[in-house]
């Protein structure tokens, strides 16, 4: 499966944005989804992630409350929406896909710059 990651961009503290995650292929509601994000010189941190259905969510403890994940199977799309926006946001963000709600990801989107300016 190939994953396109979209919507990043410059936005002030306090702002939102909404990633999107688009997938190839005709199975995408079999596939365990995710988000992360990567700072310069961090590690990567999880952000979130959704089971195939979409009835399982969960989130990372530096954006729980502040972000929301939901996903359109018709659509083959994931999508991050965050609020509150912080500069310790300021990442790139990666989505992810895995077979079922367990286990390693194994497709990785390309990724989308956000930076949050205060």
């Known amino acids: 499966v190939q994953l396109q990651a979209s919507g990043g961009g410059l936005v002030q503290a306090g702002g939102s944005l909404r990633l999107s995650c688009t997938a190839s292929?005709?199975?995408?509601?079999?596939?365990?989804m995710g988000w992360f994000r990567q700072a310069p010189g961090k590690e990567r941190e999880f952000v979130g992630s959704?089971?195939?259905?979409?009835?399982?969510?969960w989130y990372g403890d530096s954006v729980k409350g502040r972000c929301t994940i939901s996903r359109d199977n018709a659509k083959n799309t994931v999508y991050l929406r965050m609020n509150s926006l912080k500069p310790e946001d300021t990442a790139v963000y990666y989505c992810?896909?895995?077979?079922?709600?367990?286990?390693?990801?194994?497709?990785w989107g390309q990724g989308t710059q956000v930076t949050v300016s205060s």
């Open positions: 959704v089971s195939g259905s979409g009835s399982s969510i």
């Open positions: 292929g005709r199975t995408f509601s079999t596939f365990g």
């Open positions: 992810a896909a895995r077979r079922g709600a367990f286990g390693s990801y194994n497709y």
